[in-house]
């Protein structure tokens, strides 16, 4: 009779979703305006990229269209995440004014609610300029292309766009214990994706073994990039290290979901 | 002067309102923390490749991004100071009571404010900037003067702020929904204050027309004022200058609002 649950889960986020994409879509003008506002919003920070390479040819060692293809993995993977459970970011809200409540009473898996909640299709701006720029550091890029590298490039996506949704889950069962901490999660959410929009060999090494070591988020874009580029890592990771991500993906979703549980069982009501 | 009394308890009461948050506080000041080291090493980069960029050297470049995240929640360059809860006034119709009041809409909420600025010119503003001066060469004044010049720059900075964003607000009268225009006041807050890059690197006739708009009296200019990049006296003329055209635009905009349009709730 019951449906199991990560597909109970699915079906609710759907329907979910689905009503928040309905009730957007009443006000098409408006839809539109804004997802033409969030689509040059999110490019500001290429049109920086431009700006800094019409007045150098190189940054870190890494020419545009490389830089533009660090840009575009990152952006992509992260466009899709914040598609999908941007309001996970916003969960402390919810917590301090009690509304949490009305989540947790419905036969439906909390996480699923949580980030299908205020699902906001307008996101899909960022994650349309994030290809948009992927897809011209394709065409532009030099590299001797092989089969397994073309393999990479979904697969980066895909795992990227999971470790930061861990990222995300992680983040909100933190908000639950400290409920104003929402710009913690920023700085490691967006900050995460703009921090990967550069070369590794920008930053600082210690910076560097931070992100592949202690937060994987190297492994979205910087580390299986390096080896499509034909670029050495600033680490000297092994060169399998570039197939990893889909593991790096898989152990952070388990322990994002360990936080989860954790989190979510030390919710205590706004007791009013 | 009673006026005087009442704007002086208004601000005080929006540095008490955002002095309430005391987590959130620590939330962003760690926020433009790791901002500040992600942009300092693009910059740093930047420099290498071409040093003198811009007229800064990379300590000068340092100084910059620094100052950017001191700057960015105090004088609410991407937006998120009173504007939205005026907007929300507006559009409920509870602007109509505030319109009652013995006092002067703008001057309310300019009091507020300046209020919310200087909490968070502090309480967000000076943790990041002294991380930063700690952890990566910065270029910093050792004349108390020029730091007061700066200051004056930078409360400066924080009226055409507010200018800018009342006129945004009040668009909310005929608008109703705000969401597109606050959209709009972060893209140009972000992008013409030079948030992303220093003004003075933006290329030919694009870096001339940013530098002549009101938003480069935010950032660029208390920047290059600390410095000692600018002249500090150009620097009040155009700030001023801008200032009064936005307040002076802002009570002939509210005026036409009142005036013309019907009040949400009849």
């Keep these: 009779m019951e449906s199991s649950r990560p597909v109970g889960g699915l079906r609710a986020y759907g329907l979910i979703a689905?009503?928040?994409?309905?009730?957007?879509?009443?006000?098409?003008?408006?839809?539109?305006?804004?997802?033409?506002?969030?689509?040059?919003?999110?490019?500001?920070?290429?049109?920086?990229?431009?700006?800094?390479?019409?007045?150098?040819?190189?940054?870190?060692?890494?020419?545009?269209?490389?830089?533009?293809?660090?840009?575009?993995?990152?952006?992509?993977?992260f466009g899709l995440t914040d598609l999908m459970c941007n309001s996970l970011g916003q969960l402390g809200q919810r917590v301090r004014d009690g509304t949490l409540d009305t989540l947790l009473v419905r036969p439906a898996p909390v996480l699923a609610q949580a980030a299908a909640d205020r699902f906001a299709l307008r996101r899909v701006a960022r994650l349309t300029q994030g290809m948009l720029v992927l897809g011209y550091a394709l065409v532009a890029v030099d590299v001797d292309w092989t089969p397994l590298k073309v393999l990479l490039l979904p697969v980066m996506l895909v795992s990227g766009?999971?470790?930061?949704?861990?990222?995300?889950?992680?983040?909100?069962?933190?908000?639950?214990?400290?409920q104003d901490a929402a710009e913690v999660q920023s700085a490691f959410t967006y900050g995460g994706t703009t921090l990967l929009q550069y070369p590794p060999t920008v930053f600082g090494k210690e910076l560097v073994r931070g992100v592949t070591f202690v937060l994987p988020l190297a492994f979205v874009n910087w580390v299986p990039a390096a080896y499509v580029l034909g670029r050495p890592y600033p680490l000297g990771l092994p060169e399998w290290a570039a197939f990893?991500?889909?593991?790096?993906?898989?152990?952070?979703?388990?322990?994002?979901?360990?936080?989860?549980?954790?989190g979510l069982r030390s919710y205590r009501s706004t007791g009013s | 002067m009673g006026a005087a009394r009442l704007y002086v308890a208004v601000a005080a009461g929006g540095f008490r309102r955002y002095a309430t948050y005391r987590a959130a506080t620590a939330a962003g000041v760690f926020t433009n923390t790791v901002f500040g080291v992600i942009l300092v090493h693009t910059y740093l980069a930047l420099w290498d490749e071409r040093p003198h960029l811009g007229g800064y050297d990379q300590a000068q470049a340092v100084t910059y991004v620094w100052l950017g995240q001191a700057l960015l929640a105090g004088l609410a360059?991407?937006?998120?100071?009173?504007?939205?809860?005026?907007?929300?006034?507006?559009?409920?119709?509870?602007?109509?009571?505030?319109?009652?009041?013995?006092?002067?809409?703008?001057?309310?909420?300019?009091?507020?404010?300046?209020?919310?600025?200087?909490?968070?010119?502090?309480?967000?503003?000076?943790?990041?900037?002294?991380?930063?001066?700690?952890?990566?060469?910065?270029?910093?004044?050792?004349?108390?003067?020029?730091?007061?010049?700066?200051?004056?720059?930078?409360?400066?900075?924080?009226?055409?702020?507010?200018?800018?964003?009342?006129?945004?607000?009040?668009?909310?009268?005929?608008?109703?929904d705000g969401k597109?225009?606050?959209?709009?006041?972060?893209?140009?807050?972000?992008?013409?204050?030079?948030?992303?890059?220093?003004?003075?690197?933006?290329?030919?006739?694009?870096?001339?027309?940013?530098?002549?708009?009101?938003?480069?009296?935010?950032?660029?200019?208390?920047?290059?004022?600390?410095?000692?990049?600018?002249?500090?006296?150009?620097?009040?003329?155009?700030?001023?200058?801008?200032?009064?055209?936005?307040?002076?635009?802002?009570?002939?905009?509210?005026?036409?609002?009142?005036?013309?349009?019907?009040v949400q709730g009849g």
């Design chain 1, 161 to 178: 766009a999971a470790i930061f949704g861990a990222v995300f889950v992680a983040g909100a069962a933190f908000q639950i214990l400290v």
């Design chain 1, 244 to 262: 990893a991500p889909p593991l790096v993906a898989v152990g952070c979703c388990a322990l994002a979901g360990l936080a989860w549980r954790v």
């Design chain 2, 180 to 262: 597109g225009m606050l959209q709009l006041l972060m893209i140009t807050g972000v992008f013409c204050s030079g948030m992303t890059l220093p003004l003075n690197v933006f290329p030919g006739v694009l870096g001339e027309v940013v530098r002549a708009l009101p938003w480069s009296a935010l950032l660029q200019l208390p920047a290059d004022v600390l410095m000692g990049k600018a002249d500090p006296l150009g620097a009040y003329v155009f700030a001023v200058a801008w200032a009064v055209v936005l307040l002076v635009g802002g009570r002939l905009l509210e005026s036409a609002a009142t005036r013309r349009v019907v």
């Design chain 1, 18 to 77: 689905g009503m928040w994409i309905r009730s957007s879509l009443a006000y098409r003008a408006s839809f539109a305006m804004t997802v033409l506002g969030n689509l040059l919003l999110s490019g500001l920070d290429f049109v920086a990229i431009l700006l800094m390479f019409s007045q150098v040819d190189a940054l870190g060692g890494y020419r545009l269209p490389e830089v533009a293809l660090l840009y575009g993995l990152s952006v992509t993977s």
């Design chain 2, 77 to 176: 360059i991407q937006g998120g100071g009173f504007e939205n809860e005026l907007m929300e006034r507006i559009r409920t119709g509870d602007v109509a009571i505030d319109l009652y009041r013995p006092a002067d809409l703008q001057m309310w909420w300019l009091a507020s404010d300046l209020g919310r600025s200087l909490f968070q010119l502090l309480g967000r503003g000076v943790v990041p900037f002294v991380v930063g001066a700690l952890f990566f060469p910065v270029a910093l004044p050792d004349d108390p003067l020029i730091w007061l010049a700066f200051g004056v720059a930078v409360v400066l900075g924080a009226v055409v702020s507010f200018g800018i964003r009342y006129l945004v607000a009040l668009s909310a009268f005929w608008l109703l």
